[in-house]
T-cell receptor
Framework: DAGITQSPRHKVTETGTPVTLRCHQT?????MYWYRQDPGHGLRLIHY???????DKGEVSDGYSVSRSKTEDFLLTLESATSSQTSVYFC????????????FGSGTRLTVV | GENVEQHPSTLSVQEGDSAVIKCTYS??????FPWYKQELGKRPQLIID?????GEKKDQRIAVTLNKTAKHFSLHITETQPEDSAVYFC???????????FGSGTQLTVLP
């Protein structure tokens, strides 16, 4: 569906554990993004990638790291999960050929207990 | 960096009436302004967009206007229907990786 999938769809984890979320695309798009969505805050950019092994920080990057070893995969890692990282995480892709909107994945609902 | 403000946070209208959502942005270099609709439990979906060299764009019951001088843009929905009920987000694009900065969202409720 839409050439972008996220896994897992739901996850419950304990405080202090590492967690990795996966975003996979089949569109061969250059740009990939991770956002978190919280009530009253809209969507906030965590990290983004503009090519294989090329990543940069967004607005709310503390406590998160990313990796992109292949065009199709963009991984988001919570190094030591905290309750403040309970959120819905969306991955998005863009071809970047022109000013263009994103295509979003279905989201991952993460609960840190 | 870019900052996008969106108002109102909630909006209730009677079916058939019009709805208007307004956004302002801070970075004069932003050049693309999409609007997304998100239904409960779903992903955001692009519904309309406008580029900086255009003042207005319309697609059936939806229109977007842009005032670059004032740095604000608006979404207009006419003849609202219950299926228009959702959260709407505006966004502004800037940066070398075409990052989108989103507004905080508007919960639109269309009352039958």
């Amino acid at each position: 569906d839409a050439g972008i999938t996220q896994s897992p769809r739901h996850k419950v984890t304990e405080t202090g554990t590492p967690v990795t979320l996966r975003c996979h695309q089949t569109e061969n798009h250059r740009y990939m993004y991770w956002y978190r969505q919280d009530p009253g805050h809209g969507l906030r950019l965590i990290h983004y990638s503009y090519g294989v092994k090329d990543t940069d920080k967004g607005e709310v990057s503390d406590g998160y790291s990313v990796s992109r070893s292949k065009t199709e995969d963009f991984l988001l890692t919570l190094e030591s999960a905290t309750s403040s990282q309970t959120s819905v995480y969306f991955c998005a892709i863009s071809n970047g050929q022109r000013a263009d909107g994103y295509t979003f994945g279905s989201g991952t609902r993460l609960t840190v207990v | 960096g870019e900052n996008v403000e969106q108002h109102p946070s909630t909006l209730s209208v009677q079916e058939g009436d019009s709805a208007v959502i307004k956004c302002t942005y801070s970075d004069s270099a932003s050049n693309y302004f999409p609007w997304y609709k998100q239904e409960l439990g779903k992903r955001p979906q692009l519904i309309i967009d406008i580029r900086s060299n255009v003042g207005e764009k319309k697609d059936q019951r939806i229109a977007v206007t842009l005032n670059k001088t004032a740095k604000h843009f608006s979404l207009h929905i006419t003849e609202t229907q219950p299926e228009d009920s959702a959260v709407y987000f505006c966004a502004a694009q800037s940066g070398s990786a075409r990052q989108l900065t989103f507004g905080s969202g508007t919960q639109l409720t269309v009352l039958p």
